[in-house]
């Protein structure tokens, strides 16, 4: 998808012509998007239920990004819902621009807006990275009385498609979710630290390991056996870094 011509108007372009971005987004779901997703998600749709199609995109005066909001629209358009158009991601932009994992997770992302008690909610972005971003919002609709049925992304990066569910040999499906071989590698890697770590991003995340996506336990998983290949301490190490994302995103917002 990144390398699709009308990627960069649609991706960066919202603020300087915003109907050319989203005509863009359009074409770029148009030709790339695969159509048996929207029978996968058609799965979890529950019929007589209030559902609405929600995707994490910023305010409107600081919005660059129309993937989001057009593809939130082209799956309402298929199952005849709302596009809900009044919950929006507040976080910085500067996290946005980081592509390590240290970074977004400590930088995750908050969001602001109304959720409907008791609606079904189709979650949808751009692209899935380290899902933690779907997953933030996850938690957001389901603190405020609304219930996620499924998530969905035009595309997902090159490490999570490596290991995806295949079928006809196109990604169909990944774990946002930590499975139980991930779970029980972040133990072993952490052993008697686990709980020391786990009350680090309680107290700086606002959230624990077992609230943590599959990609974001693997990096995890993968730096605590580095870690303590050192003998360092692996919740100091990650409490450090948490300050140091914490520190510069907050900076970013004055």
Known sequence: ??????????????????????????????????????????EYVRMGRTTKVLAP???????????????????????????????????????????DAMSRLGLPPLFDGEIEAGADYILVDDVF????????LRGYVHRHGGNVIVCSTLAAGTRVTREATRYDRRQMGVALAPTSVRVRELRNNLADEYHALDSVFCEGLKYGLQQLTEQEARFVSSQARTIRATRESVSEWFAGRIRAARSSGIQKNG
């Open 129 to 136: 990275t380290t899902g933690g971003t779907l997953a933030c």
């Open 1 to 42: 998808m990144a390398s699709h011509d009308h990627y960069p108007i649609a991706k960066q372009h919202m603020l300087v012509d915003a109907r050319e971005s989203i005509r863009s987004a359009r074409v770029i779901i148009d030709e790339l998007h695969d159509e048996r997703v929207f029978d996968l998600i058609g």
């Open 57 to 99: 995109v910023k305010v409107p005066d600081v919005n660059t990004n129309a993937l989001g909001m057009a593809y939130a629209q082209a799956v309402a358009n298929v199952f005849g819902f709302d596009v809900a158009s009044d919950v929006f991601q507040i976080t910085s932009e500067k996290r946005d621009r980081r592509v």
